[in-house]
């Protein structure tokens, strides 16, 4: 069985014996129960108690006697003083005592707050200008001669972890006296952090950094012609990480830029959207921006858009039956009025055709582009044929991407708006329907109720199509006025001629 081991780190007087004990010996001939060892050793590492410090070797943990709590060491009866603990695992047989891992290390760890109380004026020039205060100074200048040293040891072969026990026990002895120095942490990656950072830009830079009123002296401020250029590599489909555009932005300018420099850049959200267009590649650009762009309408019959959706009034057929009608809708995105309008029980392919033989034999000529969603009603031989004729006259027929209604915007607008403000004001309206984000969009139910008791005052299928012609008639005569010119109303006809692609003389040339 191996033997189990400590050591003694300062050769003096017994009552001030830095004891270390293995972790096995404190389990084993101490008994400190393993879960409690294990606990105190991960709080002490991530800096959240400073009992159980320990120094860390290849053989194991060396746990420091005099950070075991009082309460562990009276639980298990064991001396409170790190002097009789030696005492008592000298005289057993099971316990060896080692030298201390090398002298050097000794040598090096006892210099170590010796070189932080003495050599720190060598290095008070170097905060002059930063300081006026020449208390400031010194306490700078002293964690500089502390840093200098633990980076001069890490070379030689010490561990950092090793390095920050001793670092920590400085820190306590100058808290123990009123005096905090620079940079003091009890936590391990902080420390080690830190460490990196001063070789990497120099213990100068390191500890002024953050500091309240110190200037970063090796930040160049960015130019807008140095953001434009981190703007295009961003876009970049490449997709470079911030760390790759900071190499790239030294190599290539000869700027250091930090990474929240970086990120400050493309703050903005309209940076991000802008960037986005091309960083997440064409598909994301198709589905998600492009939709959303503005679109300019210029002249009548740039674009038709066309759709169907639900009359919102219930009606009886010839067999007294209660039921709803649908109406289709091409709408000019230009002048935003309705140019043709067909009504039916259900979308189907002849109500499509019958509108949009109703707005061009209306208007007097075909439109540049016509926008339509997938529905089943374009998936007929009738509608292929229909659409081919169509574009055999050099109209652009598109479909809009599946679940993605806002490329024809001005049509899903128009629904809303003729519900909210012209179907509103007439009897057996049943509301927007039971989707509607809007909170007055709906009648009461009990007036839904109402209506479907009163059935023999319902409307006629025919009478609600006249009434339906009539309010659209009624939203075209009264809203968007100020860009109505070419239609005044649905039945009248253009009132000057438009820029497009050709008048329609023959119908059925058309649907030949």
């Not at 009276?74 to 057993?92: C, F, I, M, N, V």
């Not at 039956?321 to 009504?343: E, H, N």
Request: with cysteine.
């Amino acid at each position: 069985m191996e033997a189990l081991k400590f050591f003694v780190a300062k050769e003096s007087a017994l009552s001030d014996l830095d004891l270390f004990v293995h972790t096995d010996l404190m389990i084993r001939e101490l008994h400190i129960v393993k879960k409690t060892l294990q606990n105190g050793l991960r709080n002490n590492r991530i800096g959240q108690t400073t009992f159980y410090s320990h120094l860390e070797y290849p053989d194991g943990v060396y746990v420091r006697y005099s950070s075991v709590p009082k309460n562990s060491l009276l639980r298990q009866h064991l001396p409170l003083t790190s002097g009789a603990a030696y005492e008592l695992l000298k005289d057993k047989k099971e316990c060896e005592e080692i030298l201390f891992k090398t002298e050097s290390q000794r040598i090096s760890l006892e210099n170590m707050k010796k070189f932080y109380l003495e050599r720190w004026p060598v290095f008070v020039s170097h905060y002059i200008e930063d300081f006026m205060k020449k208390s400031e100074r010194q306490r700078y200048a002293q964690c500089h001669a502390l840093f200098s040293y633990i980076i001069e040891l890490e070379r030689k072969g010490e561990t950092l972890k090793n390095l920050f026990e001793s670092f920590k026990k400085i820190s306590y002895d100058e808290l123990s006296r009123g005096y905090k120095i620079v940079f003091s942490t009890q936590n391990y990656k902080s420390f080690a952090r830190k460490i990196n950072e001063a070789k990497r830009i120099g213990i100068h830079n390191a500890l002024i950094h953050k500091s309240k009123g110190v200037k970063r002296m090796d930040l160049a401020i960015l130019s807008e012609d140095d953001r434009n250029w981190i703007r295009d590599k961003k876009a970049n489909q490449n997709n470079y990480t911030y760390r790759t555009i900071q190499g790239i932005l030294l190599e290539e300018r000869g700027v250091y830029a930090s990474l929240e420099t970086l990120k400050k850049v493309f703050s903005g959200i309209h940076i991000k959207n802008l960037v986005k267009n091309f960083w997440k590649g064409p598909s994301y650009v198709r589905k998600n921006c492009r939709p959303t762009v503005k679109r300019i309408f210029n002249f009548p019959g740039d674009q038709y858009q066309a759709d169907g959706s639900k009359v919102q009034f219930v009606c009886i057929d010839h067999t007294r039956k209660i039921v709803t009608l649908t109406y289709y809708v091409v709408l000019d995105a230009y002048s935003r009025k309705v140019v043709g309008l067909s009504v039916d029980t259900s979308e189907n392919t002849e109500m499509v055709i019958s509108a949009f033989k109703y707005a061009f034999m209306i208007v007097g000529y075909l439109p540049r582009e016509i926008v339509v969603d997938n529905g089943p009603a374009y998936g007929s031989k009738e509608s292929e044929k229909f659409i081919a004729n169509i574009k055999h006259f050099g109209v652009v027929w598109r479909f809009c991407h599946k679940d993605y209604p806002l490329e024809k915007a001005e049509i899903e607008s128009f629904f809303s708006v003729f519900q909210k403000v012209i179907c509103n004001k007439y009897p057996y309206y049943i509301g927007e329907g039971i989707k509607t984000k809007n909170e007055y969009g709906n009648p009461s139910t009990d007036l839904i109720k109402k209506y479907w008791k009163q059935k023999h005052s319902l409307m006629s299928k025919t009478q609600l199509t006249e009434l339906l012609f009539k309010m659209i008639k009624e939203y075209n005569n009264e809203y968007y006025k100020e860009t109505i010119e070419p239609l005044n109303e649905i039945s009248g006809e253009s009132s000057k001629e438009h820029d497009s692609i050709g008048a329609v003389h023959d119908f059925k040339a058309l649907l030949a």
